[in-house]
């Protein structure tokens, strides 16, 4: 298996009826893990999924993507924050749902995680002085 990829998949109004994440595990073998989905009928739809596979099965599947309409980007930046900005409130802790945010306990400092951030945008919501920022 190859490493698994954060991919940020944005579908046009005419393909967020169709099966297009199937055929990525039928087709080309390929496992995902949904990290974000905005899905409005004859509208648009963005997917933030963690693809792992065979190398040259989840290129093909990028190809398939592409040809199909669907816009790929590989999600190189998650969510940052900006240290310069934080000033340690907790909001972001109470809000993620994977726990990519720690409070230590010896300097109430929030610690941020972000090989378990899953880009979900929680935390930037909740950030009163937004010290989060995402990056696509």
């Not at 093909?60 to 590989?74: H, N």
């Not at 909001?91 to 378990?116: G, H, K």
């Amino acid at each position: 298996m190859a490493k698994a990829r954060k991919v940020v998949l944005r579908f046009p109004h005419r393909l967020v009826d169709k099966p297009i994440i199937y055929r990525l595990v039928k087709d080309y073998d390929l496992q995902f893990n949904i990290l974000k989905a905005s899905i409005t009928p004859e509208e648009e739809g963005l997917l933030v999924l963690e693809l792992s596979g065979k190398k040259k099965n989840y290129e093909e599947a990028i190809s398939f993507l592409t040809g199909a309409g669907v816009e790929t980007q590989l999600l190189a930046q998650d969510v940052l924050r900006n240290e310069g900005r934080c000033t340690h409130c907790g909001a972001c802790v109470t809000q993620c749902p994977v726990n990519a945010f720690r409070v230590d306990l010896a300097t109430r400092q929030v610690e941020f995680i972000e090989t378990r951030c899953i880009a979900c945008e929680l935390c930037i919501k909740a950030c009163p002085v937004r010290a989060m920022e995402v990056h696509l």
